[in-house]
């Protein structure tokens, strides 16, 4: 099973920037990362899509992101980043990483805990 871990999030005034980072960790199994990406979760508001990554490194962005936040991959180390910038009101939510996964009996998906991000003005 791959553990992902967040970090990164935090208060930050409006226009300024953040920087997410999140590592997967399996406990001691053989495992092939696939996409990873980000998800965020507002008050009152389903999960939705902020940015994946594939492999291949091809990306994917919500509308209400585009230009202003990038995602990346550290794919020695099983990383992957959100640098935010230009930050609104609109994006505090709970930021959640993602991965798709494959092992020996077959692939899988896992998600982080989440990391808090709050933007205020």
């Known amino acids: 099973q791959v553990q992902l871990k967040e970090s990164g999030g935090g208060l930050v005034q409006t226009g300024g920037s953040l920087k997410l980072s999140c590592a997967a960790s399996g406990s001691g199994s053989i495992f092939s990362l696939n996409t990873m990406g980000w998800y965020r979760q507002a008050p009152g508001k389903q999960r939705e899509l902020v940015a994946v990554?594939?492999?291949?490194?091809?990306?994917t962005y919500a509308d209400s992101v585009k230009g202003r936040f990038a995602i990346s991959r550290e794919y020695g180390k099983n990383m992957v980043h959100l640098q935010m910038n230009s930050l609104k009101l609109e994006d505090t939510a709970v930021y959640y990483c993602?991965?798709?996964?494959?092992?020996?009996?077959?692939?899988?998906?896992?998600w982080g805990q989440g990391t808090q991000v709050t933007v205020s003005s």
């Open positions: 993602n991965a798709d996964y494959s092992t020996r009996t077959g692939d899988f998906t896992s």
């Open positions: 990554i594939v492999t291949g490194g091809d990306t």
